[in-house]
């Protein structure tokens, strides 16, 4: 089991910044792949940053030079640092993990939201033009 919890959501201006945090504890092998996703009032849940278990980041198109994602394994700790944020960015936003899936040879981490097992439970992030 892996149990996430998220903080440091709270309201701010467009062009301000954020960081969020998501402490993470449990089985390690199951939280190998980490990513926060979105969800803004009236809006399906969307991925925002990944983790893949290569180390390599990936961001979705509207948050990409904006977010940046980071961990301090030592610390068990999940980032997403947040910089000229936008009025549409406003969401609950979720720390989630997943132990990844096999391919062939080779184990990848998943990117739809319904393939992630584990959810913190969000931390909300509100955005004022």
């Known amino acids: 089991q892996v149990q996430l919890v ?6 701010v201006q467009a062009g301000g910044s954020l960081r969020l945090t998501c402490a993470a504890s449990g089985d390690t092998y199951n939280r190998d792949c980490m990513a926060w996703f979105r969800q803004a009032p009236g809006k399906e849940r969307e991925g925002v940053a990944y983790f893949d278990l290569d180390g390599r ?7 990409k030079g904006r977010f940046t994602i980071s961990k ?10 947040m910089n ?6 406003t969401a609950m936003y979720y720390c ?5 899936y096999q391919l062939g040879r080779n184990r990848l981490c998943p990117r739809v939201r319904d393939d992630f097992d584990y959810w913190g439970r969000g931390t909300q992030v509100a955005v004022s033009s």
């Open 84 to 89: 000229s944020l936008k009025p549409d960015d």
């Open 57 to 63: 980041t990936t961001y979705a198109d509207s948050v």
């Open 96 to 100: 989630v993990a997943d132990t990844g």
């Open 6 to 11: 998220e903080s440091g959501g709270g309201s």
């Open 72 to 81: 301090d394994n030592a610390a068990n700790t999940l980032y997403l640092q």
